[in-house]
């Protein structure tokens, strides 16, 4: 558990084994700082659900504000998304694992981003009184409440996504499309809608954001002066300014201004 000033704390919440292709890990903050604080959650290219407690917590990306004061699905997470916890602000976040929404609400992810109470995703209020069970609870009450929850929601996992996540491979370097087809002897095209339906993005939207979370993986293990040349060529960039232009994509920030203020900024993928 990380702390700041003793009264902000924040935890990444690894989970159970038999839930690893569900959800990557919980994360959870609470804000006892007596000031509002504000971060921001870079793109994972996850759905994640999250659950507030105490003061509204508010979400700003793209020009979009949202107040959460119970629990909102979010996602597929690709733009940075500012968030601030009031002082009081509880905030409890479980990260979707690959095709993990689809499983458990049974929609397929839509390319634009969703931004919804998860009662209307199921046409049902389960998520308010879980909401209610877990209000009262500490952290680890929480996790196992919500674990223990969805397990009667859960399907199987489709034999089109099985096919792709056992290829398994680094999206930054091979493209699982064309093997996925060979394998399976469907088209090519029909592998890339299964993909796009079930993860959220396309194998090609993926490859992109993969190579550039490799480079966020070597900032943040890196001290001392950084060679941006090396970072580039590590991450399969042809030169620096495709490296430049998609930190500026994802972040709305060149990779200098990046390590400026990486205190503040979060990752929720795993």
Known sequence: MKQQNNIYTEQRIAVPAEFTDI????YMAQNHTGLDITKTLIPSFQTIMV?????????KSCGNSLEINECVV???IKQPIEYTLPAGADLLVANFKDDAFYRFFGLAVLSSQIAAHPDQLLDEHCFSALWLRLKNEPVPGRVKL???FCKPYLRPRPLSVSSITEENTDYAIVNPIKAVAQKTGQSERIVQLNHKK???FTAKEKGRYEKFAKAIQLLQAHSGKVDWLQIAETCGYYDQSQLIRDFNHYLNLSPRRYIQFQKDICKAGG
């Open 51 to 59: 659950f507030g407690f105490g003061p509204a917590i508010r979400f």
């Open 23 to 26: 959800f990557t890990h919980f």
């Open 74 to 76: 979010l996602g597929p």
């Open 198 to 200: 079930y993860f959220g």
């Open 146 to 148: 919500i674990l223990d």
